[in-house]
């Protein structure tokens, strides 16, 4: 099944998992990292069976940022919900209001591994893997093993199930693009030995693997281009810009603002997101369709709007800029409102106000 490997590690959550959350969150379990690492004996239980004749998910990386708010929109559209995440980047925290669902479980495993699923599966939506620049460059052989790897493991259990499969790959599979606004038959501008290299190559190899899977085993798979896309539960330190924007001018810290801001970034609120995928899951199309939101804006007028939303009185300050940092980045979406009927409706002010205020709602949460 996939890419098979001798070593099975597969730790999950029966009857049990509330406290083994409560433990995760607490820090008593044992580190993400330490667990990416660590074996575990024949005896790693399995995922539970189906209980009810509802549609069942898969969700890898369900614990993230994404994956978390797909697994409230799937359980708001009645799916049965199976999330996996070994919380190396995910955090047990961002599902822990879904534990009292029937039908939701939360499983610990690392995809890079083994998936096991007893039990019937509609759809598998792969979304392991570090997203983040902070991530993914501290993390280059496990971002590289999860876009190779994972996705095997998991278009393996797709082609198992017979189930849907929906890849997320990213417009960084575009590189820093010669071509705008970027359509999904443009091949990309990508440095595959620069620093965002192990991130950029994992999706694009994940999507070459993906494409052969349908292909060779008639595995129906598809593949989404995900845009840069913001919301509640980011981590305030993800090195990303607009969580960092926010944290600092919360704090009333200078804004660090990369290069002289004139880069563009098209950002899209996670609401809209997850609508985008699950019209892609409902779909038969296999991609790769854009997701993000088309408006351009420029990083310094992103960091200007976190300064007036918040109400801070924080000044920008001016860093170096990364190296291969894009300097535009918008999608071409007419794609996905023709096969999907999608387009984003939360408009990025509306969108930046409402994360600001979960922002401020977290820094007031005790540790």
Request: proline content about 7%.
């Amino acid at each position: 099944m996939g890419l098979s490997i001798a070593t099975r590690r597969f730790a999950s959550v029966t009857a049990g998992y509330r406290s083994f959350v409560k433990r995760a969150m607490t820090g008593t379990m044992f580190s993400p990292r330490s667990a990416s690492r660590r074996r575990s004996d024949a005896s790693s239980q399995l995922c539970p069976p189906a209980m009810t004749g509802r549609p069942r998910a898969v969700v890898t990386g369900g614990a993230g940022f994404l994956g978390s708010h797909l697994c409230d929109a799937l359980l708001a559209a009645d799916y049965e919900v199976i999330c996996l995440d070994n919380f190396l980047t995910g955090n047990p925290s961002n599902v822990a209001h879904l534990l009292d669902d029937d039908r939701f479980r939360l499983v610990r495993c690392d995809v890079v591994e083994f998936i096991h699923v007893s039990g019937p599966v509609d759809v598998v939506l792969h979304f392991a893997s570090p997203a983040s620049p902070v991530d993914y460059l501290q993390l280059p052989i496990d971002t590289l093993n999860v876009g190779s790897i994972g996705t095997g493991h998991a278009l393996g259990l797709a082609r198992d199930k017979g189930a849907r499969l929906v890849l997320a790959s990213t417009s960084e599979v575009y590189g820093d693009p010669l071509v705008h606004p970027q359509r999904e038959d443009y091949w990309g501008n990508v440095n595959p030995v620069g620093p965002r290299g192990v991130y950029d190559e994992a999706k694009r190899f994940s999507e070459a693997l993906t494409t052969a899977y349908r292909t060779t085993y008639g595995v129906d798979a598809a593949i989404v281009r995900i845009f840069n896309t913001f919301g509640p539960r980011m981590r305030p330190h993800d090195g990303r810009a607009i969580p960092t924007f926010i944290r600092q001018a919360l704090a009333g810290e200078p804004l660090t603002v990369a290069g002289d801001g004139a880069q563009t970034r098209s950002v899209c609120f996670v609401e809209d997101l997850v609508a985008g995928i699950l019209a892609m899951v409902r779909s038969d199309h296999p991609g790769p369709i854009n997701i993000g939101n088309p408006t351009e804006l420029t990083v310094q007028q992103i960091a200007e709007d976190v300064v007036a939303t918040t109400g801070s009185r924080s000044v920008i300050r001016y860093v170096e800029r990364p190296v291969d940092d894009p300097q535009v980045r918008r999608p071409d979406t007419s794609l996905a409102g023709q096969v999907l009927g999608w387009r984003p409706q939360v408009s990025w002010l509306e969108g930046l106000s409402r994360t600001v205020d979960w922002f401020a709602r977290l820094q007031q949460r005790p540790a």
